[in-house]
């Protein structure tokens, strides 16, 4: 096992990391929409899910992975009446990918987030 960890992503705001590599695959931890500095993306479902986004593309990075690995997401979102325009976004960063996926509404998240999303991934 190796665990990953970039300063191009928020750190952990509890005892675990970023992700993990195991048997050549890469486990993110579930990512809210905090910048590098810790600071949470105010505003809509759609600013928070670009920054989810990010994060989970420099995690991915630095685990030797990429959107286009992902093999499975699961994304917590905290209104279901939202899930048209995350569906938008989540395919602006897929694009003819198609992980597995589920989406779960949820009563609340980390530090109010509206969306969190954590993902599985092959590693090059």
């Known amino acids: 096992m190796k665990a990953v960890s970039t300063s191009n992503a928020p750190a952990a705001i509890g005892p675990?990391?970023?992700?993990?590599?195991?048997?050549?695959?890469?486990?993110?931890?579930?990512?809210?929409?905090?910048?590098?500095?810790?600071?949470?993306?105010e505003g809509s479902i759609k600013e928070q899910t670009h920054q989810v986004f990010k994060n989970l593309k420099a995690v991915l990075e630095e685990a030797g992975s990429s959107l286009q690995s992902v093999v499975k997401a699961t994304v917590f979102i905290k209104d279901m009446n939202d899930f048209v325009v995350?569906?938008?976004?989540?395919?602006?960063y897929f694009g003819d990918h198609k992980p597995a996926r589920s989406t779960v509404e949820v009563a609340r998240l980390p530090k109010d987030a509206q969306v969190e999303i954590?993902?599985?991934a092959v590693v090059s």
Do not use: A, H, K
């Open 86 to 92: 995350l569906n938008e976004i989540y395919g602006q």
């Open 118 to 120: 954590e993902v599985i």
């Open 16 to 41: 675990y990391v970023q992700g993990m590599i195991v048997n050549g695959m890469f486990y993110s931890s579930g990512q809210i929409p905090l910048t590098t500095e810790g600071t949470m993306v």
